[in-house]
């Protein structure tokens, strides 16, 4: 009984959610588009910190392709790039008080908070373009060529480019992908760390679904194991710092201090 009425609720939109990668080129309106940003703008949100720039002429989608490299965004409906926007806040903070936290050394709890925002908007945003019919893929490049986006479309200080939000018609029904275990997450009265027979367990599961599904060759053309792959992924290397070091240094010269 429980089960059924979670599959009739918008439980069972959350529980069916895919990342898809694979879209069928189809327009959409500037209704259908306005609609799933207005609702993402219903999520929890105290300083609305955020702004989304909706990438339409051939031009900047082809120079998206080009920095991010995902085929995905050449198939989409609507390219999405979502921002913290400290820039926004700045404006509206000095209508109230000249004695605003944004002239401080540091706000980290406000950027923090900004941040958690951005994500409750973008789920929101995902959540209504599934209701609407459409799929969906994030892209974490708007964080990582933030100064390459910031170039492109010539963003004034403190708005720092988070992610791409992709939207489009389903050209592909994944199956679900691999979740840690409820006990590694929800914790009562306290907390438990997960142990190392804990993080084995889960890759072994990870390891199966995604080789079933042909995952890693398919998305990430690797041929090599999912424990192989988080490996390369997780490894600070030389590149990643150097690319941690600029990233951090364009946030900070960019008016976000943490």
């Not at 009739?8 to 895919?18: D, F």
């Not at 327009?27 to 609609?35: C, D, Q, Y």
């Not at 909706?54 to 979502?82: D, M, N, P, R, Y």
Request: aromatic share 10%; net charge negative.
């Amino acid at each position: 009984m429980l089960k059924r009425r979670v599959e009739q609720s918008v439980l069972g939109l959350l529980a069916s959610r895919r990342s898809i990668r694979k879209f069928r080129k189809s327009p959409i309106s500037e209704e259908i588009l306005h609609l799933i940003v207005e609702t993402g703008q219903s999520a929890p949100c105290y300083f609305q910190a955020y702004s989304v720039i909706w990438l339409k002429s051939e031009q900047l989608i082809e120079s998206a392709f080009e920095t991010c490299g995902t085929e995905a965004i050449k198939q989409a409906s609507a390219v999405l790039l979502v921002c913290v926007d400290f820039n926004k806040l700045e404006t509206f903070a000095e209508t109230v008080t000249s004695e605003h936290f944004l002239n401080l050394d540091a706000y980290p709890a406000e950027v923090l908070l900004s941040v958690l925002e951005v994500g409750l908007m973008v789920e929101n945003m995902v959540i209504a373009s599934e209701a609407l019919g459409y799929g969906t893929l994030l892209l974490d490049c708007g964080i990582y060529e933030c100064e390459r986006f910031t170039e492109l479309l010539k963003l004034p200080n403190g708005v720092i480019p988070l992610t791409i939000l992709l939207i489009g018609e389903k050209d592909e029904n994944p199956p679900p992908r691999p979740r840690w275990p409820l006990e590694t997450v929800l914790h009562v009265d306290g907390y438990r760390p997960i142990t190392s027979k804990d993080a084995e367990k889960y890759l072994e599961t990870a390891e199966k679904l995604l080789a079933r599904e042909g995952y890693l060759l398919k998305y990430a053309n690797f041929k090599g194991s999912y424990s192989e792959y988080l490996a390369e992924r997780f490894n600070a290397n030389k590149e990643l710092r150097q690319s941690y070091n600029a990233l951090s240094s364009f946030i900070r010269k960019h008016g976000v201090k943490v």
